[in-house]
C-alpha cells in the first residue's frame, strides 16, 4: 500500500508565495509521472502542474511562470513552487502520483493540502 503526505497549504497574501511537498511511503517499485491538481470551490478538479521520472515538466497555462514543479526520487516527494500567488489560485491541492506496479501503474492521491490567497 502507498500512501501520500501533503504539506505546505496555508493562508497567503496575493502575491506572497508557498512550498507545496507530497510525500510517498509504503512499499512500491518507483514512481513514474507525479503532478499536482487542485479543485476550487464549486469546479472541478484541473491539473496544475506535472512531471515526468526524467525531469519533463507541463504546466496549466494559468501558472506558468508563476509556478514550479521538482521532484526528489531518492525521496519519492514531489515540490510544487508558488509564486506571485493569486486570489484565482486559492483551491484544494491535491497530488497525484502514478506508482510502478508489477504491470502497468496505478494511481495514488494525496488527502489534499488547502491553499487560500486574499486579496
Known amino acids: 500500500q502507498v500512501q501520500l503526505v501533503e504539506s505546505g497549504g496555508g493562508l497567503v497574501q496575493a502575491g506572497g508565495s508557498l512550498r507545496l511537498s507530497c510525500a510517498a511511503s509504503?512499499?512500491?517499485?518507483?514512481?513514474?509521472?507525479m503532478a499536482w491538481y487542485r479543485q476550487a470551490p464549486g469546479k472541478q478538479r484541473e491539473l496544475v502542474a506535472a512531471?515526468?521520472?526524467?525531469?519533463?515538466?507541463n504546466f496549466a497555462d494559468s501558472v506558468k511562470g508563476r509556478f514550479t514543479i521538482s521532484r526528489d526520487n531518492a525521496k519519492n516527494t514531489v515540490y510544487l513552487q508558488m509564486n506571485s500567488l493569486k486570489p484565482e489560485d486559492t483551491a484544494v491541492y491535491y497530488c497525484?502520483?502514478?506508482?510502478?506496479?508489477?504491470?502497468?501503474?496505478?494511481?495514488?492521491w494525496g488527502q489534499g493540502t488547502l491553499v487560500i490567497v486574499s486579496s
Open positions: 509504503g512499499s512500491f517499485f518507483g514512481v513514474n509521472n
Open positions: 512531471i515526468t521520472f526524467g525531469g519533463s515538466t
Open positions: 497525484k502520483f502514478m506508482v510502478a506496479a508489477t504491470i502497468g501503474s496505478v494511481d495514488y
